[in-house]
């Protein structure tokens, strides 16, 4: 059979269900993809807003690139503050490539434009339906889907892909393992829209003795703030009036991956198969390289090399964003002036920028080697 003839289920239409349904669309497949929320996240409570050059690449074919750069803000610098004085910062548009290191996007806007490029192959998710179970043969998963209307639908597919999230009902079904840990602390977060517009080229990390907060530009009009610290919105230096709060939220951090990213013929992919902490904004990222990844390979009908090409890259995320995660959440006295001595000097050596710079360009993963050009 024709790689393009079998039938595919995409559990889940986040970022990475939505690549995977796009990716496999443009190469002639008519996946099936489902999800079990009304639509996709709402604007205003945006997870992820860094998209990173990688991505960029990996998205240029389907041309979700180019609307992603039409509405995303530039990233010009990263900077490390202890309370009031600079530390260090990295100019993080000196990549190499076609795109700076990262622009920030909410995720609300990522999926909306993703999902207008996957109506242009008349692919549409089935909203409100639910992957209950997995079942039977992995070479040929049965699952049961919840209807909106209620009813259960039984089917049969040959490739089943699990974006389904961090509480992946289908890697529970098919038995892959999620080993990892959670840190104690909890994270908080508010968005902040301002009365007039805010300087949206920089990501500022506030240290302080112990805690961080982080600023991180959501649009023009407003900043994310992130922070270990309960009482955080009581020490931002708002740099303008402030209109109101979009949205809060806390979080608690886990860093987890699968055992393996395939069983049979279900692949997992995204949250399903990897967590960590938002340090490095690598966790959309990532899911939508493993998508992209995965669409090609089904598309060369190697889907089996999926686990050992993606594995070492999930690694190497993992222990890059427990690295930067271990660096701004310290609370050892001592840990800290050693560190807040240490940043100045490491930064202003080439090769620790240049290494930071390939982890926030995400070109520290496998380059993808469909795409002409790639880093
Ligand atoms: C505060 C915060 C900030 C972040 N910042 C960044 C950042 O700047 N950059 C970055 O790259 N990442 C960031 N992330 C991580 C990023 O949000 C996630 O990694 C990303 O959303 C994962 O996408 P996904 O499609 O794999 O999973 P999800 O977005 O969780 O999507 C899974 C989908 O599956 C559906 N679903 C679940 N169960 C079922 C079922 N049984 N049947 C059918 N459908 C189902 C859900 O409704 C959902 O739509 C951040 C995360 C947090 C918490």
Same mark, same amino acid.
């Given at each position: 059979m024709a790689p393009e003839h079998r039938s595919i289920l995409i559990a889940g239409a986040g970022t990475t269900g939505l690549t995977a349904a796009l990716e496999l669309a443009r190469r002639g497949f008519r996946p099936r993809i489902v999800d079990? #929320?009304?639509? &996709? %996240? &709402? !604007? %205003?409570?945006?997870r992820a807003l860094g998209v990173n050059a990688r991505i960029l690449a990996l998205l240029g074919p389907s041309r979700v690139a180019d609307a992603i750069l039409q509405e995303a803000q530039q990233i010009a610098q990263f900077r490390i503050v202890a309370k009031t004085s600079r530390l260090a910062t990295l100019d993080? =548009? /000196? %990549? &190499?490539?076609?795109?700076?290191a990262m622009h920030m996007l909410a995720q609300g806007h990522t999926e909306r434009l993703l999902l207008s490029k996957l109506d242009d192959f008349e692919v549409d998710p089935e909203w409100q339906t639910t992957v209950e179970t997995v079942s039977g043969d992995l070479t040929r998963p049965v699952v049961s889907l919840r209807r909106p209307d209620g009813t259960l639908e039984t089917a049969t597919f040959d490739i089943v892909i699990s974006a389904d999230g961090a509480h992946s009902a289908i890697r529970k079904a098919v038995g892959i393992g999620f080993p990892g840990e959670a840190l104690e602390s909890s994270f908080y977060l508010a968005d902040f829209r301002y009365k007039r517009e805010i300087d949206p080229h920089f990501v500022e990390m506030q240290l302080f003795d112990p805690g961080m907060i982080g600023r991180l530009p959501v649009d023009r009009e407003v900043l994310r703030y992130i922070s270990t610290?309960? #009482?955080f919105e009581e020490r931002i230096e708002h740099p303008a009036p402030v209109a109101e709060v979009t949205w809060r939220s806390n979080f608690r951090i886990h860093f987890r991956h699968v055992e =393996? !990213?395939? /069983?049979g013929n279900v692949f997992l992919a995204g949250d399903a198969a990897h967590i960590h902490s938002p340090a490095g904004a690598r966790g959309m990222n990532l899911g939508i390289e493993d998508a992209c990844w995965l669409a090609w390979l089904i598309s060369e009908g190697r889907e089996g090399d999926y686990d050992r090409l993606r594995m070492p890259a999930v690694k190497t995320v993992l222990k890059q964003t427990r690295q930067l995660t271990t660096l701004f959440t310290m609370s050892n006295p001592l840990a800290i002036s050693m560190r807040n001595l240490a940043v100045p000097v490491l930064f202003r050596l080439p090769a620790f920028s240049r290494k930071l710079l390939r982890g926030v360009a995400g070109y520290d993963t496998p380059s993808p080697p469909w795409i002409d050009g790639a880093l």
């Open positions: 079990n #929320d009304a639509g &996709p %996240v &709402p !604007m %205003v409570e945006s993080i =548009t /000196k %990549v &190499p490539g076609r795109h700076s610290l309960p #009482d =393996t !990213m395939s /069983k």
